[in-house]
């Protein structure tokens, strides 16, 4: 166990539809990053947030927007989705400046 | 655009016998590698990292291995166990202030009994 914790585990929704996936990172860690894990493209970063603010974008589609609350929880919203968004959506979390991260267990998106 | 690859998808080995996984990086401003395993269902799971400026690092039966002349990275696993059984990824980050891991495609390594 991570100590990173991620909601919901499984999300199955339609074409056109939003959703909100929830992280929490591991008590201490300042740092969250957001991940994509498809079939053809692998694992991707999308996004990292220290300490509440945004610090590095990835891949992430415009239709994609997270943010870090005070109590450094995460949230990826994805809106307006397509098939082709069916993936592992994976959060990982690291303390301040160190780069050893530590991923939570994912949540598996269909997009029906 | 930079990249980072592994040369064999797939890795099967005998119980006891030792692993070498792969994996060749295109960045040549790379300064942080690591390998994670990934179970099925689950997340990546941390093994072993190394920065630059070292060629290697020993670990509780693993070792990676740092070419930085011709890109390339191995991980090695001693005694390989069916416990080991998983998807195995280099990562690697070029420093900054921020820390975005460029993941490999993975490798998979079966151990049999």
């Known amino acids: 166990d991570s100590g990173v914790t991620q909601t919901p585990k499984h999300l199955i929704t339609a074409t056109g539809q939003r959703v909100t996936l929830r992280c929490s990172p591991r008590s201490g860690d300042l740092s969250v990053y957001w991940y994509q894990q498809s079939l053809d493209q692998g694992l991707q970063f999308l996004i990292q947030y220290y300490n509440g603010e945004e610090r590095a974008k990835g891949n992430i589609l415009e239709r994609f927007s997270a943010q870090q609350f005070p109590d450094l929880h995460s949230e990826l919203n994805l809106s307006s989705l397509e098939l082709g968004d069916s993936a592992l959506y994976f959060c990982?979390?690291?303390?301040?400046?160190?780069?050893?991260?530590?991923f939570g267990p994912g949540t598996r998106l269909t997009v029906t | 655009g930079e990249s980072v690859g592994l040369h064999l998808p797939t890795l099967s080995v005998q119980e006891g016998d030792n692993s070498i996984i792969n994996c060749a990086y295109s960045n040549s401003a790379s300064d942080y590698f690591i390998w994670y395993k990934q179970e099925s269902g689950k997340g990546p799971q941390f093994i072993i990292d190394?920065?630059?400026?070292?060629d290697k690092r020993q670990g509780q039966r693993v070792t990676v291995l740092l070419n930085k002349t011709v890109k390339h990275l191995s991980l090695q696993i001693a005694a390989t166990q069916p416990g080991d059984s998983a998807v195995y990824f280099c990562a690697e980050t070029s420093g900054g202030s921020n820390y975005k891991l460029t993941f490999g495609k993975g490798t998979l390594l079966t151990v049999n009994p």
């Open positions: 990982a979390s690291s303390v301040g400046d160190q780069r050893e991260q530590y």
């Open positions: 190394i920065r630059s400026n070292m």
